[in-house]
């Protein structure tokens, strides 16, 4: 069975004001429990445990951990960062959502800024599925809508993303490549755009769908580990 | 200096109407003379002219051909097609415009059905900037605004762009990957959605000089030609 | 269960020599053999069957298609060639194996020559593993050696992989992008290069092993239809 | 006129042995003199000038830089890193070097290891031109055979290429890619792998030739700079 580390800084949720309320036990209670009802085993860590709830073992046991953050970013350390971005490279699935654009994690996999344009005045978003082959896209329709949302808008400064599976536009007049596909090291990656804080996104069934999905493309594969640095002998000789 | 033949399928203008007002001497006469203008050598090619106006004289004079066609794709002949076909992979440019999406070369050249969307209500387009740092989109803002306009949208059933440069939002609730690059064989390829027989798009700045940028991109370069087939001897011991 | 048609010209085998020693059922029975013994359920079609063995209601019950011909990719009939790009294109995985680089539907999905340099001397090729994340990699050493087979060299006309799993190495001097995926509408597509009818190529458990992987990456998911066409209403206001 | 700032480690030359007598003023010295030769503007810099030779006005003034080291990666002061990085995601054009696949700057933009094998024996290298019609093949042959050289064999732990131009192959038995192009912000890399302080491979006229290619392609574009964060107003009713 996949197992999935829910990764929220969890901030937000314990201010009061509106996310307190949208999600009283915070995001990644959320998300924890929508990926439980679709048969993953999941756990959750924030940024406020011991080493932000990720040891060794925990990553040990981790097939693909996602990872919620906005307000907090530089309180990560930077020692856990390289510790996840190692396991990426090895092979542990990685989704990044919303506001966790800015994390240290996915800057430091991207080299890029990732920086981008945003509104936060509820405006509707409606959310294009562009390769609908895509194993991210099963079971979701030819768009999605969310009703009111934070806009974040192009240039998006990713790299290229390897395959874009969803495009999204919004009523203010922007556009964004909402889902994207990355592979580093023997690790994979997805960015997905839609969800934050105040708005109850994570509580819509199609974005559960699409996460869940993801979650199941990012699953580790049984690879070989390859060998690097000094090969003495010309193999074929061997 | 780069030569450009600038080919139009040239039958609405002769239909009376708007496109005829619009573009009086064609579609082909007014992207001709902007890449004019910008120092490109120019001729143009039209639908009812023999060959269609693509002989083998004039491919072997063409580095970048541009394409516009919408109600008469399939009167253009196979032989000709194929013919275009062989000079885009032997590394002549091709730049497809706006309903071009459905002409046979294109259709041939992507191997899908390079359907779409459409809806012709004179919406807004805004077409957003996605790598800044191309060539094609040299000189371009971060976004460009289109006052009415056709809608494209998404899912557009072609392979996935190698790179995506620009990206519409309609003021309906469509997206659409407007600027899309590709090489097939030794040749560039870039299809363009704006541009429409009865809107001004082609008189209007800053869609002339993308169009313009892209010819520059799409230009062949002397590259050694492979060798296919037999290879009798392993070339190493020669 | 993930159903197969495996597609064989299975002409070289009827032929006596080499390559009905080697091979003496055919192409297909191996490959659907090993097939069968990894789980799937698997069925054979050849060129000589009324339709080449490829109806609607065979190509109903497909999920994955895997192809294989070589001195008679002429023989095979346009209208089936369309029928089963069709397929491809709703979804269908297909795997074009070796000598298939030169079929008619590949050629059709790619839009290029498919062409290629080739020596027949028996030479050792080692297959490097690329992209050891990959789920076609799954399982697979770093290399895979083949110890005598004919050699397939660069320039391949195809359009760039979307991913390149599998670099080979050849004895002579020529190195190949030996495992190419591509998406092309809702279906993928993976060149395999490895096999030949006079090598023992699909005995060899490595081989079967990834392209029993790539059969089970290549499986159509359930996805949305895209609507093609014209979208009257601004679908925000519906 | 494109301005190149060539960037060397120079250590290796300065100690004596093979590297002071193939090339005696530096590697740097032998890659600014091919490339003044062929039109552009250059300057150096080395790891043990003030600010290693990339002090913000000589950043200023460069369009693409081009990086060799080796054996002092870790002496580059992590500030240079972060400007020089800065820098290329401003559309600065970079050139990454053979060993300097492991310097900080390329891991840095990369976000992997870069990792990969090698064997310094003075095998044979044939480097394949996969893209013939890009711009960095242009006037490039079909392969170029490098006589002598240190192996570099895959798996190479990068982020899959944007256009993968050339593929090497080594008589011993591997394969690499080795000319790798990316985009990161609105600028351009070029990873190319042939090159080595003791072989004399930055005198040949056919390596010479596709770096002074890449240096054209990596140079900057006038591009508009985005703007990134808060985007007050809904633009469409500005």
């Not at 004001?17 to 929508?34: K, L």
């Amino acid at each position: 069975m996949t197992t999935v580390t829910v990764w929220n800084e969890y901030r937000h949720e314990r201010e009061g004001g509106a996310a307190s309320e949208v999600y009283p036990d915070g995001i990644h209670a959320t998300i924890a429990e929508f990926l439980e009802d679709r048969g993953f085993d999941t756990r959750t860590a924030t940024l406020d445990d011991p080493e932000h709830g990720l040891t060794e073992a925990v990553l040990d046991d981790t097939d693909v951990l996602t990872w919620w953050g906005h307000e907090a970013h530089g309180e990560v350390q930077d020692e856990i960062v390289e510790r996840v971005r190692e396991r990426v490279l090895s092979g542990m699935g990685l989704l990044v959502l919303h506001s966790g654009h800015f994390s240290k994690i996915f800057k430091r996999l991207m080299g890029t800024t990732c920086d981008l344009k945003w509104r936060n005045e509820g405006e509707r978003e409606r959310l294009w599925t562009v390769e609908p082959g895509h194993p991210i896209a099963e079971g979701v329709g030819e768009s999605v809508e969310v009703p009111e949302t934070e806009m974040y808008g192009e240039r998006f400064d990713v790299p290229a993303p390897e395959t874009l599976v969803f495009n999204s536009w919004f009523e203010g007049g922007e556009v964004f490549r909402s889902g994207c596909c990355y592979r580093r090291g023997a690790g994979r990656i997805f960015y997905f755009r839609p969800g934050h804080e105040t708005y109850p996104i994570y509580h819509q069934p199609e974005i559960q769908k699409i996460i869940a999905n993801a979650v199941s493309w990012a699953e580790p594969i049984e690879s070989s580990t390859p060998s690097f640095g000094h090969s003495p002998n010309p193999p074929q000789e061997g």
